[in-house]
């Protein structure tokens, strides 16, 4: 005798949609990677100890413990208030960070005298200073999700933002060099000998809010094309002043902040996000153009006229030959190549490297003294890191449904690949060398700050993106106020890959 067979539950019955992948939370997978990351920080951090002071001191684990209980923190933030946001980025970024402060007490380390080494407070050095930065830069990520609870609502502010950014971006410029520059660049805002800030790192994140906005915005306009030149569709002329006027804005920055990472980055997250809103190569290669352009003619009146221009020829001069001095101008590069041509394959080791002599190895040469200890092959594991970082920012852009938000999230991840770029290019002499940081590696309390409130930005766009989709069709109900009205029936998009 045949049973009869049971029926397939119908979509009606189980409440599914036809054809809707509902995704799932994934929280538990981010504690997994998050707890892998936490252990591969402590081990980096003891063998560091073993092989400097042939044992593990007990405070080792006061900072080791700090790292994971604020990180944790941040993951219970995540798993209440975001709980379908992306469950790579977190444990990648903590990665990052806690191997930066492993690093940087390293550094303190080899710096102290061999009776203080065994008794290094926990707080004291560049390192203790960084886990302090450490701490207050994922209490304020945690903060911002809490307080923003739909990506879309911060575009409310997009121009307050963008004023801010641009004044941000500014102050450095025109205050005097002892207030502004450090190392040749005018980048800072001094307050005494021991403390300052980095208004640029901030500068960033507003100017992203606001380059969004205003493509959503515009983007049809500038989508317009004029002539089509070997296959490619070149805007109207009338429609180039908002691009023009962001070079012009970049180029005063290198001008006047002697900095052409800095430069690049403005200008670039604004191209890049351009492209993305109108799909068109051909802002892509205008953009090229007006930047290699400035950059030449900087290049030319420095070696004429001198000025404002002196300090970028002379990165430049370092960059095309820096063993023309290897002793003076040069020998910041020369030694950043040799600390890398030093590490080989695989390294000296942690703790067997010489970071003392290399300049500016907290900052502008971390990754240069990293690569010395662990070599090329762990080199290309933290660039894999932050790949994967860049990866899943645009992973986000392309899922969430709003314009805004694929604006937004595109711009963030592609900024945070091009600031890595431009420092890892400049150390390793592909491109002039720049006052940039290493993002969570470099030691800075505002970069670190910066950074982590991009990754909470990106960690809500992803929530909003993986959220479930209700009965209705729509994105399951969040604790929020409604989006603003006009980004609120903002068309649903594919971005090209």
């Known amino acids: 005798m045949t049973a009869a067979a049971t029926p397939a539950a119908s979509p009606a019955t189980t409440g599914e949609q036809p054809g809707v992948r509902l995704a799932r939370s994934r929280r538990n997978a981010e504690l997994s990677l998050l707890l892998l990351a936490m252990v591969l920080v402590a081990?980096?951090?003891?063998?560091?100890?073993?092989?400097?002071?042939?044992?593990?001191?007990?405070?080792?684990?006061?900072?080791?413990?700090?790292?994971?209980?604020?990180?944790?923190?941040?993951h219970l933030v995540i798993r209440f208030l975001a709980p379908f946001a992306d469950p790579a980025l977190l444990p990648a970024v903590a990665l990052l960070n806690g191997l930066g402060v492993g690093f940087l007490r390293r550094i303190d380390l080899g710096e102290a005298l061999p009776p203080e080494r065994e008794t290094l407070a926990v707080f004291a050095g560049q390192g203790g200073r960084q886990l302090a930065w450490t701490l207050v830069s994922v209490i304020l990520a945690a903060a911002l999700l809490v307080i923003m609870r739909d990506h879309r609502s911060v575009s409310r502010y997009a121009y307050t933002l963008g004023l801010a950014g641009i004044v941000l971006v500014m102050i450095p410029a025109v205050l005097p060099g002892r207030f502004s520059e450090i190392n040749?660049?005018?980048?800072?805002?001094?307050?005494?000998?021991?403390?300052?800030?980095?208004?640029?790192?901030?500068?960033?994140?507003?100017?992203l809010v606001f380059f969004a906005y205003y493509l959503v915005r515009k983007r049809e306009v500038l989508s317009l094309a004029s002539r089509r030149f070997l296959g490619i569709d070149f805007p109207r002329g009338r429609d180039l002043g908002p691009v023009v006027v962001v070079w012009l804005i970049s180029l005063l920055v290198l001008i006047f902040e002697k900095d052409l990472g800095t430069s690049l980055l403005y200008f670039g997250m604004f191209v890049v996000t351009l492209y993305i809103a109108t799909e068109r190569v051909s802002w892509l290669l205008i953009g090229l153009v007006l930047f290699f352009g400035g950059a030449y003619l900087?290049?030319?009146?420095?070696?004429?006229?001198?000025?404002?221009?002196?300090?970028?020829?002379?990165?430049?001069?370092?960059?095309?030959?820096?063993?023309?001095?290897?002793?003076?101008?040069?020998?910041?590069?020369?030694?950043?190549?040799?600390?890398?041509?030093?590490?080989?394959?695989?390294?000296?080791?942690?703790?067997?490297?010489?970071?003392?002599?290399?300049?500016?190895?907290?900052?502008?040469?971390?990754?240069?003294?990293?690569?010395?200890?662990?070599?090329?092959?762990?080199?290309?594991?933290?660039?894999?890191v932050y790949l994967l970082i860049v990866e899943r920012g645009l992973r986000a852009a392309l899922a969430v449904r709003d314009s805004f938000g694929k604006l937004l999230a595109g711009g963030l991840a592609f900024t945070l690949g091009l600031q890595v770029f431009v420092i890892v290019g400049g150390i390793s002499k592909l491109i002039p060398l720049t006052g940039q940081t290493t993002p969570f590696l470099s030691a800075g309390g505002s970069s670190l700050m910066a950074n982590w409130l991009l990754i909470a930005v990106l960690l809500r766009v992803s929530d909003g993106a993986r959220r479930p989709v209700t009965a209705g069709g729509g994105k399951a109900a969040r604790p929020s106020a409604g989006p603003p009205e006009q980004l609120h029936g903002a068309p649903t998009e594919v971005i090209r890959p």
């Open 43 to 74: 081990a980096y951090g003891a063998t560091v100890e073993a092989n400097m002071l042939d044992t593990v001191t007990p405070d080792f684990w006061v900072p080791a413990a700090a790292l994971g209980a604020v990180f944790l923190g941040l």
């Open 184 to 207: 040749g660049a005018k980048l800072w805002i001094k307050f005494g000998e021991s403390f300052s800030i980095q208004p640029g790192e901030f500068a960033k994140l507003a100017l």
């Open 298 to 384: 900087a290049y030319f009146l420095g070696s004429t006229v001198g000025g404002p221009f002196a300090n970028f020829y002379l990165r430049a001069e370092i960059w095309l030959d820096p063993f023309a001095d290897p002793h003076d101008k040069g020998y910041q590069l020369v030694q950043g190549l040799l600390a890398l041509g030093t590490g080989g394959l695989f390294g000296a080791g942690p703790g067997g490297g010489q970071p003392g002599l290399l300049p500016e190895v907290r900052n502008d040469f971390i990754f240069a003294g990293i690569g010395e200890e662990i070599g090329l092959f762990g080199l290309s594991a933290l660039l894999v």
